[in-house]
Structures are given as C-alpha cells and as structure tokens.
Nanobody
Framework: VQLQASGGGLVQPGGSLRLSCAASGFTLDDYSIGWFRQAAGEEREGVSCISKVDGSTWYAESVKGRFTISRDMAKKTVDLKMNNLKPEDTAVYYC???????????????WGQGTQVTVSS
C-alpha cells in the first residue's frame, strides 16, 4: 500500500494550489481517502475526505467554500484543490486511507509522506 502526496509549494495569500494523492497497492473503490494537515507545533487535523461509497464529501469549517476534494478512479488519484489560500493554511498536508468517511486520524490506517504548503507574501 502506498499513498504519494504531491503538489505543495509556496504561494501568496489568495493564491491556489492543487494537491494530488496517488494511490497504489489497493483498490481505491474500497476505501475513503482523507486529507489532513499539520502545522508546526500543532496536532494533525482533518481537512477533507471523500467517501468510498458514493463520493460524498466532508470539509473542515475552516476550508469550506475554498477547498474541493475530488477523485479519479481511472488514475487512482484523489485531488485537493485549494483556492483563496490564507497564511493559516500553511502546513504539511497528508493524504490517508480509511475504511469509512472519518474525520479523525484514528479512522485512517495508511498515510502518505506529506507535502509542504506555505502561504506567504
């Protein structure tokens, strides 16, 4: 099982980034995928997740209306499009695999390596 997160970088406030999570070694249809982030000195927190069942989604209040999660079953990827980025979005972003549409770290069993997002002028 592997999850490879990519797409992070340095962006100015108000800018956009698209993160991508490439899944391998398992059937994407059987799992939900979540995006989490961890800022320096903070606990890891859920950002968004997408259900294995019907593609239903969940977003943290802090990112609603700005972030969009989507999946491509053919490519086996789950993307997180981030618009109107704010300095407080700065963190390492991780994707993870879960059995259900969970919002906590304990709901997920395999994690990608993380990609750094820095929002700064």
């Amino acid at each position: 099982v592997q999850l490879q997160a990519s797409g992070g970088g340095l962006v100015q406030p108000g800018g956009s980034l698209r993160l991508s999570c490439a899944a391998s070694g398992f059937t994407l249809d059987d799992y939900s995928i979540g995006w989490f982030r961890q800022a320096a000195g903070e606990e890891r927190e859920g950002v968004s997740c997408i259900s294995k069942v019907d593609g239903s989604t969940w977003y943290a209040e802090s990112v609603k209306g700005r972030f969009t999660i989507s999946r491509d079953m053919a490519k086996k990827t789950v993307d997180l499009k981030m618009n109107n980025l704010k300095p407080e979005d700065t963190a390492v972003y991780y994707c993870a695999r879960g059995r259900n549409l969970g919002t906590g770290v304990d709901d997920y069993d395999y994690w990608g390596q993380g990609t750094q997002v820095t929002v700064s002028s």
